[in-house]
């Protein structure tokens, strides 16, 4: 009974890794330790080709120790290559040989048992290619992730290529601005998904102002009230575009209210506080910072000393005061300063 028992519990660890891991690295290392520890293996061979780069990820488990290795073929002994080859799956009294392939070649597993642990029976052997097939499937769901990020990636970039173009108030810096995000997210201890969905805001956070009249936009003397009216129109048109795309729904309410005020006099519903996403605090001053160091088209850029005043009288007003403290501290970091100079 316990041996069944081991058997649906380690369904259940296939399904949860494919489910929750983030990285590839992460999924396959989980796997890895699932077949030495179901099949009390003294040693787990993985190897894994990226079918987009051909790069490969090599893993080995022997006793307490893991070894990872990444690169091209020359990571493979001749053994591991021959394997890789013959895409077929090799059984052995102490040897289990499965090939990851789901239309693509997506690599091999090889699981060796100790001859004092006796051989694989009938039922592990069942069981190690049961497993191998969920393993094989879990694979093709992450290229599959990949290849919709692609997609995502390659529609934020022209997006915002257009953006750049045809909005003049848009001249985002995104090398910058993305490198100046990183350091927040990890100031905040935002998670991997969280800090990217605020690199993919901070792309997208104007592109509502596409549907503006471009006169507007460029227009030098002080908005009126109606034509402010307009303007703040464009965060809630902005998300239009993306509402769609399920990997980057995250991003949508860091677009939707990165122009929110600390004290609750932004826009386009007047949160205060915490009630502002954590991110849209975060891209608010990232996008302030950005406008006044680098200028727009109609307005020249300021002197970091001029900066850091203007943010120091508008924390607690306009930006979070941790935000802002946090955000003062990181752009007197030689390092930042040295790619800001570099980058202006």
């Known amino acids: 009974m316990q041996r069944y028992k081991n058997v649906f519990s380690s369904f259940h660890t296939v399904y949860r890794l494919t489910t929750t891991s983030?990285?590839?690295?992460?999924?396959?290392?989980?796997?890895?330790?699932?077949?030495?520890?179901?099949?009390?293996?003294?040693?787990?061979?993985?190897?894994?080709?990226?079918v987009y780069t051909h790069q490969f990820i090599k893993i080995r488990m022997e006793d307490h120790e893991q070894h990872i290795k990444k690169g091209g073929k020359s990571i493979l002994t001749n053994k591991e290559k021959e394997i890789l080859s013959q895409e077929r799956e090799m059984m052995f009294d102490n040897r289990l040989?499965?090939?990851l392939v789901?239309?693509?070649?997506?690599?091999?597993?090889?699981?060796?048992?100790?001859?004092?642990?006796?051989?694989?029976?009938?039922?592990?052997?069942?069981?190690?290619?049961?497993?191998?097939?969920?393993?094989?499937?879990?694979?093709?769901?992450?290229?599959?992730?990949?290849?919709?990020?692609?997609?995502?990636?390659n529609h934020v970039k022209s997006l915002?290529?257009?953006?750049?173009?045809?909005?003049?108030t848009s001249s985002f810096h995104p090398k910058i601005a993305s490198r100046l995000l990183r350091i927040m997210a990890k100031e905040f201890s935002l998670s991997e998904t969280e800090a990217k969905s605020l690199e993919y805001a901070s792309l997208l956070h104007d592109a509502?102002?596409?549907?503006?009249?471009?006169?507007?936009?460029?227009?030098?003397?002080?908005?009126?009230?109606?034509?402010?009216?307009?303007?703040?129109?464009?965060?809630?048109?902005?998300?239009?575009?993306?509402?769609?795309?399920?990997?980057?729904?995250?991003a949508i309410p860091i677009i939707l209210h990165h122009h929110e005020h600390w004290d609750g006099k932004g826009y386009?519903?007047?949160?205060k506080k915490e009630q502002i996403p954590v991110g849209a605090r975060i891209l608010s001053v990232i996008d302030a910072f950005d406008a006044m160091y680098y200028?727009?088209?109609y307005k020249k850029?300021?002197?970091?000393?001029?900066?850091?005043?203007?943010?120091?009288?508008?924390?607690?007003?306009?930006?979070?005061?941790?935000?802002?403290?946090?955000?003062?501290?990181?752009?007197?970091?030689?390092?930042?300063?040295?790619?800001?100079?570099a980058g202006r």
Not at 30 to 41: E, I
Not at 302 to 329: H, M, S, T, W, Y
């Open 295 to 297: 200028g727009r088209p």
């Open 160 to 168: 915002t290529n257009f953006l750049n173009q045809y909005v003049p």
């Open 102 to 153: 789901f239309s693509d070649s997506m690599g091999a597993i090889y699981v060796r048992r100790s001859p004092k642990q006796g051989a694989f029976n009938d039922l592990e052997k069942k069981w190690f290619l049961a497993i191998s097939e969920e393993f094989t499937t879990g694979l093709k769901i992450f290229n599959l992730l990949q290849d919709e990020k692609r997609l995502i990636f």
């Open 268 to 271: 386009p519903s007047g949160m």
């Open 22 to 50: 983030t990285k590839i690295k992460n999924f396959i290392t989980g796997m890895c330790r699932l077949y030495k520890n179901a099949f009390k293996a003294e040693r787990v061979v993985m190897v894994y080709k990226n």
């Open 301 to 341: 850029g300021r002197p970091l000393d001029e900066i850091e005043e203007e943010f120091k009288k508008q924390r607690g007003k306009q930006f979070d005061p941790k935000v802002v403290d946090v955000f003062l501290k990181v752009i007197k970091r030689k390092s930042v300063r040295k790619f800001l100079h």
């Open 97 to 99: 040989i499965y090939p």
């Open 208 to 250: 509502g102002k596409i549907e503006l009249p471009p006169t507007l936009l460029s227009k030098h003397k002080p908005l009126t009230n109606e034509e402010f009216k307009i303007i703040m129109k464009h965060p809630r048109q902005g998300v239009k575009y993306i509402k769609d795309m399920e990997l980057l729904k995250p």
